[in-house]
């Protein structure tokens, strides 16, 4: 069902559907594309008490309800409930409607209506999708008779990306959008309108980039705006789930967005809860991913692929940090813990300066740098990032990073905790296991793209602490499929110990040639007890007395 007028027009409603009089139709599986004022509008004539049963009460389940960017006085809703209409509405997707110069819009408004339910009260696939409009939720009462609004129940709905373009963290954009706008004028008391059980595309709503003022009247840009005095929004479990998908695919239509499926991987972290476990699909992911005051997340790629296979996920931006996890205070609310990266791709694009950064609250070496702990990365892959030429020289990029760029200790960084610097500490970063630091690339240090300063011992009065480590070891995992000589030729001169994975067949383009003292084992992690082969053009190569302690001959 189209809609009709232009948006500039003042003149003129056009609605898709209007509910009136003792209408309770049932309104299903439709398209609303674009009505001028509202697509589904239930309008009342009484909020008298004695009459709530004569007033209109459509159900709308199972729709698509889209607008489009209006420039006029009048109201722009997917759905509206008015002056006693009542309403139930679930599993609808609700997007899009924006009005440059007018506060009467939103997915859902909600203008004296008499009843409610937006969701459902126990079943989370009942809920609504509500996202990319002015306002998610836009409620205004002025009659005493419903006062504090009781009677809206809303829950269980994904209320996530409305103002600021559908695409923010903060939820807000124009000067007057966000999540949601309340006014109410019957008093100045208190009136709580209560939001609970509800996913904001933030696990964490008021305290992790949201914004809200506890005692209204808030700020208009606020993402929860709370109007005039006594306009407050009880906020309560705000709901994330513990399984999340990450795919490029993925639409405002997907069951589960906002809340378990997301099409970018910022938006997946911000949603995070503890535990968490998000899982990224192949794609190429040029966003600027940045993990803060979470716990327990652990974001997963493609652990088993190759660096050269390209179905691991890649994450390149052109500028800044591809991931940075970092605190935002001394405060322990805003703690990051046991936070594993696993099976990605990191591709040094244009200015970016840092594969995966890790920084405290800031550069001062005690207690309340703050720094992240437990941090692991696995099977992951760093190409294109600069050498580092000694400890303590400043380069163009690194592949991991404990100290922001230019890393000239003036900037962020991570301090450890009071122990001696030979000492393990949950404030380093485990990178030790299957990572590939310089793939495709040449260097000649075994070290070569982590950007770690010296382990300093720094005393602040009777405390010691101690500068962030990246753990690594002179081992690097060569996977199924890859080139031996391009895998081996990223190592430099060694020592490094080299683990090539059984019941493979390697391949190479030309002569494989090794350089300096690798030792050379197999692992059968998961796989089976078979040796592996290596084929060249032209050549043969024999390994007897492999570093694995066991005599084979391998083909090639």
């Not at 960017?69 to 722009?76: A, L, R, S």
């Not at 030979?422 to 380093?428: K, N």
């Not at 007890?529 to 084929?535: A, D, E, I, L």
Request: charged share 10%.
């Amino acid at each position: 069902m189209n809609g009709a007028d232009g948006v500039n027009e003042n003149t003129v409603f056009g609605f898709g559907i209007m509910c009136i009089g003792t209408a309770t139709p049932l309104i299903q599986y439709s398209t609303f594309e674009s009505n001028h004022s509202v697509s589904i509008a239930s309008i009342g004539r009484s909020l008298s008490s004695t009459l709530v049963s004569q007033m209109p009460n459509p159900t709308v389940r199972d729709n698509i309800i889209s607008g489009s960017t209006m420039t006029n006085t009048g109201w722009h809703a997917g759905l509206m409930t008015a002056y006693g209409g009542r309403v139930t509405a679930q599993r609808n997707v609700i997007r899009g409607h924006r009005n440059t110069t007018e506060d009467r819009t939103g997915g859902i408004h909600i203008f004296d209506g008499r009843t409610a339910l937006i969701g459902s009260n126990s079943v989370k696939t009942d809920g609504n999708i509500i996202t990319d409009n002015d306002w998610g939720l836009n409620i205004t009462v002025t009659n005493s008779i419903i006062g504090t609004p009781s009677s809206y129940t809303i829950k269980n709905n994904n209320i996530v990306y409305n103002g600021n373009g559908g695409s923010g963290l903060t939820c807000t954009g124009f000067l007057t959008s966000g999540c949601v706008r309340y006014e109410n004028t019957t008093s100045t008391a208190n009136r709580s309108l209560t939001l609970q059980g509800n996913a904001w595309g933030n696990s964490d709503p008021l305290n992790n980039g949201y914004t809200y003022d506890a005692t209204p009247p808030g700020a208009a840009a606020d993402a929860f705006y709370g109007v005039t005095q006594g306009d407050v929004m009880a906020i309560t479990s705000p709901q994330f789930s513990v399984a999340e998908q990450v795919n490029q695919s993925y639409t405002e239509e997907t069951a589960g967005w906002g809340y378990s499926a997301f099409n970018t991987i910022q938006q997946a972290v911000d949603a995070a809860g503890n535990p968490d476990t998000i899982v990224v699909a192949s794609g190429n992911y040029a966003e600027n991913v940045c993990v803060f005051s979470k716990q327990n997340v652990a974001i997963i790629g493609d652990s088993m692929a190759t660096c050269g296979s390209g179905s691991k996920p890649v994450i390149s931006p052109n500028s800044g940090n591809a991931m940075h996890i970092f605190t935002l205070s001394a405060a322990a609310a805003h703690n990051t813990t046991n936070i594993t990266v696993n099976g990605f791709f990191f591709d040094q694009e244009g200015a970016q300066e840092v594969g995966i950064l890790t920084t405290g609250w800031d550069n001062t070496a005690n207690a309340a740098n703050n720094p992240p702990t437990s941090i692991e990365v696995r099977n992951t892959c760093f190409q294109d990032y600069a050498t580092q030429g000694a400890d303590g020289v400043a380069a163009a990029s690194a592949a991991m990073a404990t100290e922001e760029f230019p890393f000239n200790n003036t900037t962020r960084q991570s301090y450890g905790n009071n122990v001696s610097p030979a000492t393990p500490d949950p404030t380093d970063i485990d990178a030790q296991a299957n990572n590939n630091f310089n793939y495709g690339g040449v260097s000649t240090s075994p070290s070569f793209k982590l950007w770690d300063k010296t382990d300093e011992y720094i005393a602040q009065g009777s405390l010691f602490y101690n500068a962030a480590t990246i753990l690594q070891t002179n081992l690097i995992i060569v996977f199924c499929g890859d080139d031996l000589n391009v895998a081996l030729g990223a190592l430099g001169a060694g020592p490094v110990t080299v683990y090539i994975q059984g019941d493979c067949i390697y391949k190479s383009a030309s002569q494989l040639t090794i350089n300096g003292p690798f030792d050379i084992r197999v692992d059968y992690t998961g796989r089976e007890f078979t040796s592996p082969y290596c084929r060249t053009k032209w050549y043969y190569l024999q390994f007897s007395r492999c570093g694995s302690f066991m005599g084979y001959r391998l083909p090639c």
